[in-house]
């Protein structure tokens, strides 16, 4: 498959390179991250925003060999079983469900996934690809690794370099390992220039008078 991490994607917007070409692989190089790495990933998520700057993450990380890898590996669904244990890393991620006060903090979930995102983007930047997974055992994992009541288990992360060999895989995974066979809804399925449900196309609304058409943006979001 050759340098798979370099192969772009199709889209018609002038984005990063990290964005465009990150993918969730499933296997990994032989090449080990180490815990400076590690503490890399997690620095560049300590600086994500979040609600009144509650930083409501909790990570459990571990590398593979160690006692804690094997109780995250335990914790995962039967599916991912099947392949996260090619990572270097497995990570859990968790959330503090309440404020200091007590009450829901509703946007913890959101602040989260920023805090993934970041630390996705600089993993990308350094060449190590993460895939996350919904397929855990949350009440188990939060009971193995001593969460407070007042905590949830969102995900586990597989993490390690790219440049694993798809044919590691069972068959059935093996096409999803090909970043160009990524699909994505088209922007206007999902942003709306008005009231939710308006038939746009992309950044073209018909509001603003402009002729639709699908293969020029309105404006370089860039300029
Ligand atoms: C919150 C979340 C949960 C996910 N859960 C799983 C999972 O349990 N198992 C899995 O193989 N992939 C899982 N994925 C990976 C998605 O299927 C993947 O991100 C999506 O298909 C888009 O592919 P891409 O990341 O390669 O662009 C999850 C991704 C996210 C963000």
Known sequence: MGNIIAEE???KFDILPILKERYSPRVFSETPVSELELRTLFEAGRWAPSSYNRQPWRIIWAIKGSSTYKRIEACLSDFNKSWATNAPVLLLTAFKKTTDEGEENFHALHDLGLFVGNITAQAQHLGI??????????????KEFNFPDEYHIATAIALGYYGGNPDDLPEDLRDQEDPSKRTRMLQREFTFNGN???ITNGLYSSENGLEQNNDQPLKNLND
């Open 196 to 198: 939710y449900g308006t």
């Open 129 to 142: 690809g993460l895939h996350q997974m919904a397929g855990v055992n949350y009440e188990k994992a939060k």
């Open 9 to 11: 994607k199709e889209t």
